[in-house]
């Protein structure tokens, strides 16, 4: 469900721009998708092209990239992303993370998260 609320945003915040921007059409852009999000991006893309019918999105190419999760430890300060199973309940339990993860230098469970987080757009293009 959460993403046609994220596409809701990101097509409001585009739009938005492309208003400001004088643009006739948006042509191009892409999304930064932080992988702890857990969005599907399939969904997320079919959510984007419904919301945008009609307007100067629609039939945008749409690049997706994404950012790995990211833990640090607050105990040594290493950061590092978690792999495989671990680098999974980052995604749905990302507060009960001391139960699945320890810092790998240092043992600590004093963690969190650092990266990955969030979906945003980084970049854009317009036709005027
Ligand atoms: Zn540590």
Partial sequence: M??????EGVVE????????EGARRITRFTLRLGEI???E??????AL???SRGTPLE????????????????????EWSPEGEREEALH?????????????????VDLEIRGGRGVWVSSLELER
């Fill in 92 to 108: 749905f339990l990302p507060d009960l993370l001391p139960l699945f993860l320890r810092c790998p230098r240092c043992g600590s």
């Fill in 41 to 46: 991006e399939e969904l997320l893309r079919f």
């Fill in 13 to 20: 915040a585009l739009l938005e721009r492309g208003r400001r």
């Fill in 49 to 51: 092209g419904e919301l």
């Fill in 37 to 39: 999000q857990g969005v």
């Fill in 59 to 78: 039939g945008a190419e749409i690049r997706v990239e994404r950012e790995k999760g990211r833990v640090g430890c607050r105990n040594c300060g290493l």
């Fill in 2 to 7: 959460h993403e046609w609320a994220i596409a």
